[in-house]
């Protein structure tokens, strides 16, 4: 027998998926942030999932109800945007324990329908039953213009590899969480996505994604869906003053939060040289370039293999 964290969780997906069909109807199916269906003559048509269990993804000791509400939906906005879209509608289905109070649900709703209200989108559906601990699934629909898709497979050798935004800070938030400390939790208690630039990048740029579970993970997913290399530069992944702090004080290395960490919900994209200069005014942060083979990070000189990334399995 094989025990699942021998595969971990993108051995297991492809174990399980690998023999799935597809049709005429399916633009892209498992392999990119959402699924992209034909929807006739007009956008394409996204779906995506996402499923937050409690102690896993959030934790009732330091999030509010409110804010559990809040990122169930923010996550599944993210992905959304990272395919260039915009969110329409989404269903929510939970998993209920014993001991939850209705106040509690009222709350976790009310940061759900908060996220509808900046994000344009509307709840249309769901369900509920019980379970041991509380568990929130949020299936989202979406739509984006055909020539605004992008994919994580759309990665062009020579272009130019960015960053929408400072990485880390989600995982330096849960470090002081864990270990009981004050510090720089905002962000991690409350995570927001780059739907806004988003729109403004996708006309222009080539593969896109969304930093969820670190920036060595994303690059090697655009890589593997491009079958192109790529050469990131240690120096210039962004780090803000406040993740440095945080990782001062733990005595923790915030470069590894940021290469391996996630859930930063910044866009992580590809652009052709000739193409930049048509969004210098989204502020890119420039961090390396696609190369023909082989994922590496450069430190000072030095090329190493890229590898990490966090996984639900290997932890």
């Keep these: 027998m094989t025990d699942i964290r021998e595969l971990g969780e993108f051995g297991l997906l492809e174990r399980l998926t690998g023999n799935i069909r597809t049709d005429a109807g399916i633009i892209k199916g498992i392999g990119d942030d959402t699924a992209v269906l034909v929807a006739g003559e007009g956008d394409h048509e996204l779906v995506t999932t996402d499923m937050l269990v409690s102690g896993d993804h959030f934790n009732t000791d330091w999030h509010s109800p409110w804010q559990i509400g809040w990122k169930s939906m923010i996550v599944n906005v ?4 990272a395919m260039g879209g915009l969110p329409d509608y989404a269903l929510v289905s939970m998993a209920l324990p014993d001991d939850i109070q209705v106040e509690s649900l009222d709350e976790v709703f009310k940061g759900m329908l908060k996220a ?4 344009g989108f509307t709840i249309i559906g769901g369900d509920t039953t019980h379970g041991d601990q509380l568990v929130i699934n949020v299936v989202m629909l979406g739509h984006v213009e055909k020539n605004s898709l992008r994919l994580r497979s759309d990665a062009h050798e020579g272009d130019i590899i960015c960053l929408t935004g400072d990485l880390g800070k989600s995982w330096a938030g849960l ?27 996708a006309p222009y740029v080539n593969a896109m994604i969304d930093v969820s579970d670190g920036l060595a993970s994303e690059v090697n997913h655009i890589c593997r869906e491009s079958r192109l290399g790529a050469e990131i530069i240690l120096e210039d992944i962004p780090i803000s003053e406040r993740t440095i702090e945080t990782g001062k004080k733990l005595g923790k290395d915030p470069m590894e939060w940021a290469l391996s960490g996630g859930e930063d919900f910044e866009l992580l994209y590809t652009v052709s040289e000739e193409q930049y200069e048509k969004i210098k005014s989204t502020k890119p942060i420039m961090i390396g370039k696609i190369t023909e083979k082989g994922v590496y990070i450069i430190d000072h000189n030095k090329k190493s293999p890229l590898t990490g990334g966090y996984d639900h399995f290997k932890r």
């Design 116 to 119: 509808c209200e900046k994000y």
């Design 78 to 81: 993210s992905d959304i945007a």
């Design 175 to 201: 470090e002081l969480l864990r270990a009981g400390k004050e510090g720089y939790t905002d962000f991690h208690l409350r995570p927001d996505c780059r739907l806004e630039t988003a729109r403004k990048l």
